[in-house]
């Protein structure tokens, strides 16, 4: 795992500095601790911060081949390696590593752009081909390693792992995309390719951007490969249950290979308990598990964890957190360098703080809500599909959508209750409704919360559109696959993946995510969604296949997430703070806001009336955000220890 950075002239052979690249790779300096090292020649500049997992010794990058024509910096690992080397090596390919990095180097070598095909993990890599003036950037299958790049005004084409590698460089113009402020303020996050800065963009999950010197005005990112949910799978269940249990433990096999000490993250869910259980089933010596606990047992999964660790006997760390643990605002802003308004970055940032303290890789488990149908929006989705499909939209919308206009806002009910919401909702069709239920803040109220100046400059454009845009690849007419589907291409990618990858780098730890094997991902987008929804209940098959190696509590009770508090916080000891951050004068005079609404948003939830901690906590990222983007660039500093348990 590391921190990737590059300068390429698309036009000629410019001469790049070591200070600049230098510079610009080291403000990205805790994703790789343990060595750093830059290429300079005419028109190009690499650099590469490396935390060391496997092949210690000769894995140090840039990487080159033999005779220094090909070469490489590469943030994440390939699972296959092995087998690819052996394919290499039988091919005529020469290694001087153990690495996965120069497996790599030879696929490219070997079979071109086609290598992507051939690569199991978790990746984001620069690759140059000096004999084809080529620059060659890719990013793996389902987004959990980013990739940030934009043109600069001197033609120079700027890379690297995270925005601030971008931001670093004095040439870099910060303009903020309005475009990017609906969707945060829609999603939580803005999703790819777009970035916050209009000149910036992510490459998206499963592309990659071919740049030839000379012809790189033209380039465009382009995909290399998707999920297609089919659904017509004719096994049964006792079958899927075993087959899903051999394929999760090819999956957490692969990602057991390392170097350095090992570990998984254990919050008493069904997922990272059952990565787990398969961990132990695999390993002669004890498991490495760390937990988070929390002080409000409401947000507490311990107990849940200590039954897993319990029977597997692994080697448990379990650390409580204070429910007023929101001192991490502004670090958060520095680590994300875009609004991010998912509150539990908090427990994950300390999650993984607390396991870097004793291993170097963990392995989650990230992903298999969004395969295998586990949230409940999508039970509540498919209910609301049922109801549509039997009026026509000409009778619903305007039913529906007179009695979500009458019926009074809930915010104080639990979701499921809050019938104004599911009535409007039921108005719409399929891709906007779940647009709706899945939005931070609804049409309606973003346009409450925006200025009329800034609205304008939006030219009609709303958050709504990113869904249109998957729902038209999506190719399924299946309720649930298509929500799925959108939740791979937004949610999984944008939120999950980008939370982990940051709070996770922030302490030079590995996270490694078994359920979103590309394989198995195609593999479960086979299944009928019968096997992944039934009577109620999500994630029926996973729940199925693992009741011989988990406790029934831990397979069945209700979903409880990894949250925080938010409400009582902004109710009490971060009520100053939010006060202080909605209503600065950075705010204020962004132009992006009715200072009205801000006001109200904030009197009415001091006072008790409503509850508005998910729009107020939104605001006071996007403030810390506004803050952090006026201060020069600098190395995220965080309180991690490098110390871990002997392996």
Not at 53 to 73: C, H, M, R, W, Y
Not at 472 to 489: E, G
Not at 624 to 636: S, T
Request: with cysteine.
């Amino acid at each position: 795992m590391c921190g990737i950075s590059g300068l390429f002239d698309t036009q000629g052979a410019r001469a790049y500095s070591r200070e600049l690249i230098s510079r610009i790779n080291n403000v990205q300096a805790h994703r790789g601790p343990d060595e750093d090292d830059v290429h300079l020649e005419p028109g190009l500049a690499l650099g590469h911060r490396r935390l060391s997992v496997i092949d210690l010794a000769t894995g140090k990058q840039p990487l080159f081949n033999e005779n220094g024509s090909v070469g490489i910096v590469f943030n994440g690992e390939i699972y296959n390696y092995r087998a690819l080397m052996a394919e290499l090596k039988a091919l005529g390919y020469h290694f001087k590593t153990r690495s996965d990095t120069e497996v790599i180097v030879h696929a490219w070598q070997a079979w071109g752009a086609a290598c992507l095909h051939r690569l199991r993990g978790m990746f984001a890599f620069a690759l140059w081909d000096r004999n084809q003036q080529t620059l060659f950037l890719a990013r793996d299958r389902m987004g959990v390693k980013p990739m940030h790049y934009a043109w600069l005004p001197d033609g120079s084409f700027i890379f690297g792992s995270e925005l601030k590698v971008l931001t670093a460089h004095p040439g870099f113009v910060r303009d903020i995309d309005p475009l990017a402020v609906e969707d945060y303020f829609s999603f939580g996050y803005v999703p790819d390719p777009r970035c916050i800065y209009r000149h910036a963009h992510k490459l998206a999950a499963a592309h990659s951007l071919t740049l030839r010197r000379g012809d790189a005005a033209q380039a465009q990112p382009v995909p290399y490969w998707d999920v297609h949910f089919s659904n017509d799978n004719p096994i049964g269940l006792a079958d899927a249950q075993a087959e899903l249990r051999e394929r999760v433990k090819e999956s957490v096999r692969l990602r057991m290979i390392a170097d350095v000490p090992l570990g998984a993250f254990l919050s008493g869910g069904v997922d990272s308990s059952a990565v787990v259980a398969t961990m132990a089933g695999l390993s002669d010596r004890p498991v490495h598990t760390c937990a988070i606990g929390f002080d409000d047992p409401r947000f507490n999964e311990s107990a849940f964890a200590q039954q897993v660790a319990d029977r597997y006997h692994t080697d448990h760390q379990l650390e409580v957190v204070s429910s007023d643990d929101f001192d991490l605002i502004d670090t958060l802003a520095r680590l994300y360098d875009e609004p991010f308004a998912d509150s539990s970055a908090i427990p994950t940032f300390r999650v993984c703080q607390m396991a870097r303290k004793h291993v170097t890789v963990a392995l989650s488990g990230d992903g298999g809500d969004e395969s295998l149908g586990g949230y409940r929006r999508y039970r509540m989705h498919q209910g609301e599909e049922a109801v549509r499909n039997c009026l026509p939209q000409g009778l619903r919308r305007p039913l529906f959508g007179a009695l979500g206009q009458m019926y009074p806002k809930a915010d104080w009910a639990p979701r499921p209750l809050r019938a104004k919401t599911t009535l409007q909702a039921l108005a719409m069709d399929s891709v906007q409704a779940y647009h709706h239920s899945m939005s931070h803040l609804r049409a309606d109220q973003r346009q409450a919360l925006f200025s009329s100046a800034f609205q304008r400059s939006l030219g009609g454009y709303s958050a709504l559109d990113v869904f249109r845009h998957h729902a038209r690849q999506a190719q399924t007419d299946d309720p649930l696959a298509l929500i799925q589907y959108l939740d791979y291409k937004t949610w999984l990618v944008g939120d999950i993946n980008t939370k982990v990858d940051r709070a996770s780098m922030a302490h030079s730890l590995e996270v490694r995510e078994p359920l979103m094997d590309h394989p198995l991902v195609e593999w479960l987008a086979t299944l009928p969604s019968d096997l992944k929804i039934r009577d109620g209940e999500g994630k029926y098959v996973l729940k199925k296949a693992f009741e011989p190696l988990l406790p029934h509590d831990v397979l069945y009770r209700p979903k409880m997430g990894f949250s925080v508090p938010l409400a009582s916080w902004l109710r009490g000891p971060l009520a100053p703070r939010m006060q202080e951050s909605v209503l600065s004068p950075r705010m204020l005079a962004s132009g992006y806001f009715n200072a009205g609404t801000l006001q109200t948003l904030v009197n009415q939830h001091l006072g008790g009336h409503h509850d508005h901690s998910t729009a107020l906590w939104m605001l006071i990222m996007f403030d810390a955000f506004l803050r952090q983007a006026q201060e020069p660039v600098r190395a995220v500093v965080t309180t991690a220890t490098t110390e871990v348990a002997p392996a």
